[in-house]
């Protein structure tokens, strides 16, 4: 029996799609990792991004329903997924890992802001 292994990176594949009409996106598995690589940096960062407006947007709650705001997730969770849908074709059940990815991320968010919530005082008029 053999032992389970790693792929070997930089060599050629050793599958293919029977799909003619796929593309291939890099040559070897090293590249395709050096482009997963660069475009998680970008996803995080676009994320760090993302965090500071969910912050500031605290600042706006009256209380802890306001910053749950179960219709505003809603409405991101279908936003998200209709762009997702855009890509459907090119990765199997795209819209709804985009989804459930999204809803792991917003719950985060949520209990984050919950606490950044404890650290904000009303505005007296």
């Known amino acids: 029996m053999t032992t389970p292994s790693e792929p070997l990176v930089n060599v050629a594949p050793v599958r293919r799609f029977k799909n003619p009409d796929y593309q291939n996106v890099a040559p070897t598995l090293a590249q395709l990792r050096h482009k997963i690589d660069a475009l998680d940096t970008q996803i995080i960062e676009l994320l760090a991004e993302r965090a500071l ?3 500031d ?3 706006f709650k009256k ?3 306001q910053v749950s705001a ?3 997730q809603a409405q991101v969770f279908e936003r998200v997924k209709s762009l997702a849908s855009a890509h459907a074709e090119n990765f199997p059940n795209f819209p ?3 989804e459930a990815t999204y809803q792991t991320l ?3 968010f949520i209990a984050a802001e919950q606490n950044l919530f404890q650290q904000t005082e009303v ?3």
């Open 53 to 55: 407006c969910v912050q």
């Open 57 to 59: 947007a605290t600042r």
């Open 63 to 65: 209380d802890a329903f």
């Open 70 to 72: 179960p219709a505003r």
């Open 96 to 98: 709804g890992i985009v």
């Open 106 to 108: 917003v719950a985060g």
């Open 123 to 125: 505005i007296e008029s």
